[in-house]
C-alpha cells in the first residue's frame, strides 16, 4: 500500500517529465510566421549548483537595424509537468509583433 500511496502522491507533485524532440515538437530551426522570419535558438544554462535548464530563444531575424536598443523580451516559464513545446502559442502570439520569447 506504502508504495502505491508513494507513486500516487509522486504522480500529483512529481509528474513524469515531458519528453519531446525539439527538432520535431518547436517551431524552428528557423520558420516563418505571418510572413516574418524567424528563428530557435536553443540553449543551457547552468545554475550555481551545476543544474542545467535547457531554453529555447525565438527571435526575428530580419529587425531594425536602425536601433541600438534590443527587442523586448518575454521569458515563458511552463509548470512542472510541462515543457518548451508549451511557449509554442506565446511564440505564434508574440514575434510577428516584435517581441522575442
Known sequence: MTSTWTK?????????RATY???RHLPGPRFRIGGVSCAREDVEVVG???????CSH?????FDKNKN???????????????????TDAVRLLLPIGIDV
Do not use: F, M, Q, T
Open 8 to 16: 500516487l502522491v509522486n504522480l500529483v507533485i512529481r509528474p513524469p
Open 21 to 23: 524532440d525539439p527538432d
Open 48 to 54: 550555481a549548483l551545476g543544474l542545467k535548464l535547457r
Open 58 to 62: 525565438y527571435k526575428r531575424e530580419a
Open 69 to 87: 536598443e534590443p527587442a523586448p523580451c518575454v521569458v515563458y516559464l511552463h509548470g512542472n509537468s510541462g515543457s518548451r513545446c508549451d511557449a
